[in-house]
């Protein structure tokens, strides 16, 4: 799905998303206020905080569905705030949403095709002009398809409309379709929120292996502090608008002001 | 300068009926979502019940208004019972429901033309008697209009402001999920909404064929796009954004005579309702909207 | 019975309503496009209609330009429109999007009825049909001579008028299966996803608008040579409002209920003006027109309470449910 698998990936330590003195206000209230952080080429990021903290908000920012007011956000050394999220999603920044956004009017199949970035037939002319190529390009693009959907184990639902999939199948679905866009990083908002476990343990293990294969950047939300000890190389926690802490698991496990501010309800249901 | 106050007098005239007419409108549009496409024909079925009152049983003006009233209301929350509510029921969405009302509003402009014709007709009121105050004309269809208006604006504005009912459906406007939570019972404050939009509706409905001194069956509707252009500019869901629309585009719509041939008064509401949206789209009085 | 059997038998009746049926098919074609497959919520598209026609008679009339060309800048000027409008309209929410576009169809109607000089006002634009009646009735000789059946100029329209048809259909056909159309049908569920999967909504709803109006300006063209002359009163919002009741009967979605829906909306229509039967034989010519558009209300109505999809509608891409 994303190419020939490169080999174990040595860590680089270079930056490919820099978020710098980020703000953005709503009605008087800071939703994200001076944020910063910078997330490591091919590593796993867990974004964690309380219901308000400013998470959803900052990655909106970050994809480019609300503009910031201050600061600027590098992705790969190219400045993307202020862009729209169709221009960052083509850059190669790709993000899932916290209530799905499968296409239920699509079939699963079609949902994971609509995203392959590289379709000339979505362009008018060439639908006319380009016919062979198009057609090849989708047949190409069908195969890369149904192996994803083969990996996530959704490939006996591929001729089904999207809104019959469950929610858990959902999610799954949205995750496969962000990769067929060949991200350099993928942001996923809640990813495991509503899935039951069995399927959520599918969901992080296709994350490490598909950073361990093709050394794709992960950032994701999530609530559950089990699945973020875990599952990350480096948390940043949020609380308020503002980053409170960033660091390694074991170095968050030990800070003071997160205990305080969020891990005294650690584990507690949502 | 003459002529720019007597411009600013008629618009306000004008101005005030498409202001009563559009509070309806919006307290509709901002509780139940819809878009209620048939608004311009309760005025319509209004006007013609006053006219029923008037003309054909020979009443007082008051009494046809009585008649407006009552009837366009009993209208509006009768369709709520039969059409809105089991839609509703039925998880039918805004677009839906906003094909319905196109759908009725067919039905009830071709009804009320089926029944009686498409030839103007004129209220049994004194058309002729206008006075001249030096600065400007005014005839005695343009006060009662404004008079009445004023009356009723001051009525709504106590009704919303004061009254139990009338508060929870400012509340409703602004948000169904919240005003459920604080235990309003919905579904009767939706119907009181239908009795006052109706009410509104009726009268506004006689009060433009009185201005007009003739209605027909599309006098209504006409007013309609004027009135939706009152609510966008007012904002979705204030009656007070409504009000003040509704005298901003009067007022616009005349004035604009002074730069623009009259016949393209018309356009001018439309254009000033473009430009709010672009502009400034949840309206005056609205709160801008989190995308 | 006999009375009515003839009716029902007459050719020019049902040649007068094939031809209806193919122009509003036409025009129900581009909106289809727009909603069926953007997701837009265009109430204006009698506007563009009216662009494409009036601009064909203007050239025709004002600068003598033969008729091919009149009517290829007419479409194009109706997409340009629609590429204008759109800029700023598209950008926002649904609701309000259908009360802009209808407010554009309005705006033109009163520009079109108030600028004497070019449209004629209220009487109308005539005399651009010359280039076409010529034409006409030379294809006319043709056919006869061909099939030795005689071909008035409503036959010649009607020959005219469904293979267009046939081929807008063939076309959208083709475009909404590419996947061009896949990205439109992503967005018009959902644009927020499409974004975020490298779609641009605004460009694609930008065409699809440009497009659905270049369709209207040619059903304005074949309405301007059913008609011969081009009044305001041709050109109200009502006639946007038949080609949704035409859309959403055929099946928002199918391009090939549109067809079926115009034909049936054409036989409603045009079917209860001329049939003398009772009771229709009680009612005059002001009343019938005000039963019929009771009538197409009242399907509209049923349409949205009891079967949403249409007749070939599919329950789970129904794109009413918000």
């Given amino acids: ?270 | 300068m003459n002529q720019f106050v007597q411009l600013t007098v008629n618009g306000f005239v004008a101005g005030s009926i498409i202001a009563v007419g559009a509070v309806g409108l919006t307290l509709v549009y901002g509780i139940l979502r819809i878009v209620n496409f048939a608004h311009g024909d309760y005025l319509t079925f209004g006007a013609y019940m006053a006219f029923v009152a008037n003309v054909t049983w020979g009443l007082h003006p008051a009494f046809a208004a009585a008649n407006a009233v009552v009837l366009t209301a009993a209208l509006a929350v009768g369709l709520e019972f039969i059409l809105w509510r089991p839609m509703r029921r039925r998880g039918a969405g805004v677009t839906s429901l906003f094909l319905t009302s196109i759908g009725l509003a067919l039905v009830l402009r071709n009804a009320i033309q089926f029944v009686w014709g498409t030839t103007p007709f004129r209220y049994r009121i004194n058309v002729f008697q206008s006075y001249d105050l030096g600065l400007f004309r005014i005839s005695q269809n343009q006060i009662t209009v404004v008079a009445s208006a004023v009356v009723l604006i001051a009525g709504v504005g106590v009704f919303l402001s004061r009254t139990r009912t009338g508060k929870a459906m400012r509340a409703l406007a602004d948000s169904v999920d919240l005003a459920a939570v604080s235990g309003i019972d919905t579904n009767r404050i939706v119907t009181w909404t239908w009795v006052l939009a109706g009410s509104l509706a009726g009268l506004a409905g006689m009060l433009l064929a009185i201005l007009q001194a003739s209605l027909n069956p599309n006098s209504g509707f006409n007013a309609l796009l004027p009135m939706f252009a009152a609510v966008i500019l007012g904002g979705v869901g204030s009656a007070y954004g409504a009000l003040a629309g509704g005298i901003v585009i009067g007022l616009a719509t005349e004035l604009s005579t002074i730069a623009v041939p009259f016949q393209y008064k018309e356009a001018i509401a439309f254009g000033v309702m473009i430009l709010a949206l672009l502009f400034r789209p949840q309206g005056l009085f609205g709160r801008a909207r989190v995308v | 019975m006999t009375f009515v059997l003839g009716a029902f038998l007459s050719i020019d009746f049902w040649q007068y309503v094939a031809v209806t049926a193919g122009i509003y098919a036409i025009f129900a074609l581009g909106l289809q496009l727009e909603f069926g497959f953007a997701g837009l919520l265009n109430f204006g598209h009698i506007g563009f209609m009216a662009i494409g026609s009036y601009t064909m008679a203007i050239l025709i009339v004002h600068a003598s330009l033969p008729m091919w060309l009149a009517a290829l800048i007419a479409i194009v000027t109706a997409m340009l429109f629609g590429l204008v409008v759109g800029l700023p309209a598209l950008r926002l929410r649904a609701d309000y999007l259908a009360i802009t576009t209808i407010a554009f169809s309005e705006i033109i109607r009163i520009f079109i009825l108030n600028s004497v000089r070019w449209t004629g006002g209220p009487q109308g634009v005539l005399g651009f049909a010359g280039d076409y009646t010529d034409f006409s009735a030379a294809l006319g000789r043709r056919l006869s001579s061909l099939t030795h059946i005689s071909f008035d100029p409503d036959r010649v329209l009607l020959v005219l008028v469904w293979p267009i048809v046939l081929l807008i259909y063939l076309v959208l056909r083709r475009l909404t299966r590419s996947p061009w159309g896949r990205v439109m049908r992503a967005i018009r569920e959902d644009e927020d996803a499409a974004n975020a999967l490298g779609k641009n909504p605004l460009f694609y709803k930008l065409q699809a608008l440009a497009i659905g109006s270049g369709i209207a300006a040619i059903a304005g063209i074949f309405f301007s040579y059913q008609l011969l002359y081009l009044s305001p009163t041709s050109f109200e919002p009502l006639f946007t409002f038949f080609a949704w009741v035409i859309v959403l009967l055929g099946g928002t979605g199918r391009l090939g209920g549109v067809p079926v829906g115009a034909v049936i909306f054409a036989v409603i229509f045009a079917g209860t003006r001329f049939l003398e039967f009772w009771p229709l034989s009680l009612l005059d010519d002001g009343d019938r027109a005000a039963v019929r558009l009771i009538v197409v209300g009242l399907i509209l109505i049923a349409l949205m309470a009891f079967r949403p999809q249409g007749i070939f509608g599919k329950r789970e891409e129904l794109l009413l449910d918000r």
């Fill in chain 1, 1 to 270: 799905m994303i190419d020939e698998p490169r080999g174990p990936v040595h860590r680089r330590h270079d930056t490919i998303l820099e978020v710098e003195d980020v703000t953005k206000h709503f009605g008087g209230v800071a939703a994200v206020d001076r944020v910063s952080l910078a997330v490591e080429r091919s590593s796993i990021t867990a974004l964690i905080g309380p219901n308000g903290a400013g998470k959803t908000t900052l990655f909106n920012v970050i994809s480019g569905f609300i503009a910031p007011e201050s600061g600027t956000i590098l992705f790969q050394n190219e400045r993307i705030d202020g862009k729209p999220p169709h221009a960052v999603a083509k850059r190669g920044l790709v993000r899932t949403f916290q209530i799905t956004k499968a296409l239920t009017k699509l079939s699963v199949l079609e949902n994971m095709m609509l995203a392959a970035p590289d379709q000339p037939g979505e362009r008018f002319w060439s639908v006319w002009l380009r016919a062979r190529t198009v057609k090849a390009r989708e047949i190409e693009i069908r195969q890369r398809a149904m192996e994803a959907l083969r990996l996530f184990r959704l490939d006996h639902l591929a001729d089904d409309y999207a809104g019959t999939l469950s929610g858990g199948q959902r999610k799954l679905l949205e995750m496969a379709r962000a990769l067929m866009t060949r991200p350099s990083i993928v942001l996923l908002d809640e990813p495991m929120a509503g899935v039951n476990p069995t399927l959520g343990k599918r969901l992080l293990e296709h994350m490490h292996q598909i950073r361990d294969e093709h050394g794709l950047t992960f950032l994701y939300v999530e609530h559950d502090m089990d699945v973020v000890m875990t599952h990350s190389d480096r948390i940043v926690v949020m609380a308020d608008g503002r980053v409170i802490a960033d660091g390694s698991p074991a170095e968050i496990r030990r800070d003071q002001g997160v205990i305080d501010a969020y891990l005294g309800t650690a584990g507690a249901p949502r």
